[in-house]
Nanobody
């Protein structure tokens, strides 16, 4: 198992900023990517941002482009999400995700953090 510990959520006014952090437990797991997803009440979980550990690919949801920035420290197995110009519609539970394999021939698996609440008031 890979344990993901998140921090940094909270309540902020519209236009404000928050920074989320997620640290993965050390293991022999081979990480392909780490990222952030969110789930608002009554909605499906959606990708916010992800970064390949190779550094080759970073993806953002269209709704957060230009406002959110993902960064990772591969040596520390840590991923960050800097969220600026927050909007009420960003309110959701944010989940850290780690994707990869335990061994080269095994299927890719996903691990999830416990989630951290982000609430943006208008």
């Amino acid at each position: 198992q890979v344990q993901l510990v998140e921090s940094g959520g909270g309540l902020v006014q519209a236009g404000g900023s928050l920074r989320l952090s997620c640290a993965a437990s050390r293991s022999t797991f081979s990480f392909n990517a780490m990222g952030w997803y969110r789930q608002a009440p009554g909605k499906q979980r959606e990708l916010v941002a992800s970064a390949a550990t190779s550094g080759s690919t970073i993806n953002y949801a269209d709704s957060v482009k230009g406002r959110f920035t993902i960064a990772s420290d591969n040596a520390k197995k840590t991923v960050y999400l800097q969220m600026n110009s927050l909007k009420p519609e960003d309110t959701a539970v944010y989940y850290c995700n780690a994707r990869g394999r335990w061994r080269p021939q095994e299927p890719i698996v996903d691990y999830w953090g416990q989630g951290t609440q982000v609430t943006v008031s208008s």
